[in-house]
């Protein structure tokens, strides 16, 4: 049982860069995988990024590799998105998730956040 609220989307231009930070209730948060996705308009819901428990792994879409970090903060119960080099196609609501043992192999994820929204100008 965690609750996620995502800040730091904004308005960017192509070659920009943005933090995203995701905010996690409760005292376990260092039981829980960690994940980003993403969600244009009219397109489906994809995976961004992932990191393990304690921040020994790091999982990225080929897409990104290279241009985003995922890291995380367990004594402050936050997780970070940092993206370089944004793209207008990078442009998308991005959710934060939380997930047990099927996250990595399966990107089954149990709790989600609202999402902020980052938009890349051209």
């Known amino acids: 049982q965690v609750q996620l609220v995502e800040s730091g989307g904004g308005l960017v231009q192509a070659g920009g860069s943005l933090r995203l930070s995701c905010a996690a209730s409760?005292?376990?948060?260092?039981?829980?995988?960690m994940g980003w996705f993403r969600q244009a308009p009219g397109k489906e819901r994809e995976f961004v990024a992932a990191i393990t428990r304690s921040g020994g792994n790091k999982y990225y879409a080929d897409s990104v590799k290279g241009r985003f970090t995922i890291s995380r903060d367990n004594a402050k119960n936050t997780v970070y998105l940092q993206m370089n080099s944004l793209k207008p196609e990078d442009s998308a609501l991005y959710y934060c998730?939380?997930?047990?043992?099927?996250?990595?192999?399966?990107?089954?994820?149990?709790?989600w956040g609202q999402g902020t929204q980052v938009t890349v100008s051209s």
């Open positions: 998730a939380a997930g047990g043992d099927l996250a990595i192999p399966f990107k089954k994820y149990d709790y």
């Open positions: 409760g005292r376990t948060f260092s039981s829980y995988v």
